[in-house]
Nanobody
Framework: QVQLVESGGGLVQPGGSLRLSCAAS????????MGWYRQAPGKQRELVAAVTRAGSTNYADSLKGRFTISKENAKNTVFLQMNSLKPEDTAVYYC?????????WGQGTQVTVSS
């Protein structure tokens, strides 16, 4: 089993920044991709960004330039730097990890952008 511990969510004013972290532990085996998804109230879960073990990244088109994903392979940790946050970024953000065994999800961390 894989455990994912997320941190870094919270309340921020429009234009502000937050940095999310997700650390994976347990029966990790070899992780080949880590990423972040989000789900706003009444909407489907959507991809925010993902990064492969080799460092290739993929972003939602609407978030390019504001969000940056990074990782530390040695610590099995993925980060999401979110800048210039907007009210429409308000959502629960979920960490996602994929290895040769399967796919795993974190419990989610709330990000609220409001003045």
């Amino acid at each position: 089993q894989v455990q994912l511990v997320e941190s870094g969510g919270g309340l921020v004013q429009p234009g502000g920044s937050l940095r999310l972290s997700c650390a994976a532990s347990g029966s990790i085996f070899t992780i080949y991709a880590m990423g972040w998804y989000r789900q706003a109230p009444g909407k489907q879960r959507e991809l925010v960004a993902a990064v492969t073990r080799a460092g290739s990244t993929n972003y939602a088109d609407s978030l390019k330039g504001r969000f940056t994903i990074s990782k530390e392979n040695a610590k099995n940790t993925v980060f999401l730097q979110m800048n210039s946050l907007k009210p429409e970024d308000t959502a629960v953000y979920y960490c996602n990890v994929r290895n040769l065994i399967g796919e795993y999800w974190g419990q989610g961390t709330q990000v609220t952008v409001s003045s």
